[in-house]
């Protein structure tokens, strides 16, 4: 069975070749006479929907471009501080072997001079900084350097 309401809204004259009653042709129209504004009222949402789309569309764009900036920026300080970082490294190392060395030049010399005193007369013995287990063992040592000491010809 063909639908009828396909043709109905088709053309208003196609109703009168249907058979409806009074109340249904009234319904059909003023849903006929309503049809034109809904669609009005509709077109207008719509293009209402479309403008707030495109203004989102255009805030998102500007969001995300500044996030890249932000994060183009970041890179680059990232870039730099790895730079420095490595800077500041290649320092270090050459100033802790310069170090090792400001230490044994110094230990050496206070060797070789034995006892060093200040212009008030006051001593000062310069000894070498060893960690605690390097102490104590060197300290359980000190009896078997005693007796070498004792012994001619050994160093």
Known sequence: MPDTRASSRASPD????????????AILQVITEL????????????AEIRNQVD??????KLAN????????ALDKQVVALESAANSHSDSIVALERDMAKEKEAILRKSRQMKQL?????????????????????RAEFNEVRGLL???????
Not at 35 to 46: F, G, M, Y
Not at 55 to 60: F, M, N
Not at 65 to 72: G, Q, V, Y
């Open 14 to 25: 196609a109703n009168a070749a249907l058979d409806l009653s009074p109340g249904q042709d």
């Open 149 to 155: 000491r004792t012994c001619e010809g050994i160093r």
């Open 117 to 137: 005193t200040t212009g008030d007369g006051d001593k000062i013995r310069v000894q070498p900084d060893y960690t605690q287990a390097v102490a104590k063992r």
């Open 65 to 72: 471009d500044d996030a890249n900036a932000k994060s183009e």
């Open 35 to 46: 049809r034109p504004e809904l669609l009005t009222k509709a077109e207008a949402q719509s």
């Open 55 to 60: 203004q989102l569309r255009a805030e998102l």
